[in-house]
């Protein structure tokens, strides 16, 4: 008997093994970025609702995945957990106070979490791109990780956060005694000469689901 969670699960699997968060796999299936999300699974009443088929359909096109494939999800027993959950939330929400703390490290509850493989920074996060300012590189929908305790080195792509508040990922050109020299992903976009004393802190990424 195939059963509601069976789908919603599968569904989570799907995102997860595309390295995307489920709002992720909505918002690349040309959804509202709401559409899976744990809230939508549930009508206010407390009936069961299921996804629409037509929203099955943009989501294995979007993935390139076949509807064998994921039936093959549905009757996985497979944990879609690794052996790490790592914080993220959206790249625009980073921007907001109280997200990070001087280190880099995310802080508050406001954040959401991707599943992850091991790695050895307890603070990595992830940033999940919205809009197209860093294409070619990341897409909208994709989740980058970002490690603030990683060495950042010439030519690393990095995420940059300002006293301001303000947060842009970025490539790195050269890093000075006093300023930082970055590039945009999108040519469409200009280079930054930043002051490091305007710098709260940069952190190098490290992974991101392509």
């Known amino acids: 008997m195939l059963r509601h969670s069976d789908i919603w699960r599968a569904l989570d699997r799907l995102a997860f093994e595309h390295g995307l968060t489920a709002s992720g796999l909505a918002r690349r299936a040309g959804l509202d970025p709401t559409t899976f999300n744990k809230s939508k699974r549930v009508t206010r009443d407390g009936k069961l609702r299921w996804p629409s088929t037509e929203s099955l359909a943009k989501v294995l096109e979007a993935t390139g995945s076949s509807l064998g494939q994921f039936v093959a999800l549905i009757d996985s027993h497979a944990s879609v957990l690794p052996r790490r959950r790592i914080p993220v939330i959206g ?4 921007g907001e106070p109280g997200m990070f703390d001087d280190r880099g490290r995310p802080l508050g509850d ?6 992850f493989p091991e790695i050895e920074d307890p603070g990595a996060f ?3 791109v919205s809009g197209d300012s860093m294409e070619p590189s990341y ?3 994709d989740v980058i990780i970002v490690s603030p305790t990683t060495s950042v080195r010439r030519g690393d792509r990095v995420v940059v956060r300002l006293k301001t508040g303000a947060i842009m ?3 790195l050109q050269r890093i ?3 300023r930082v020299e970055l590039a945009p992903f999108n040519v469409a976009h200009p280079k930054l000469n930043v002051a490091v004393n305007d710098m709260a802190w940069m952190a ?3 992974w991101a689901s392509q």
């Open 139 to 141: 897409r909208d929908g």
């Open 126 to 128: 992830g940033l999940e």
């Open 204 to 206: 190098r990424i490290i």
């Open 176 to 178: 000075g005694a006093r």
């Open 169 to 171: 990922a970025k490539q």
């Open 91 to 94: 790249y625009a929400q980073a």
């Open 110 to 115: 406001a954040w959401d979490e991707v599943a």
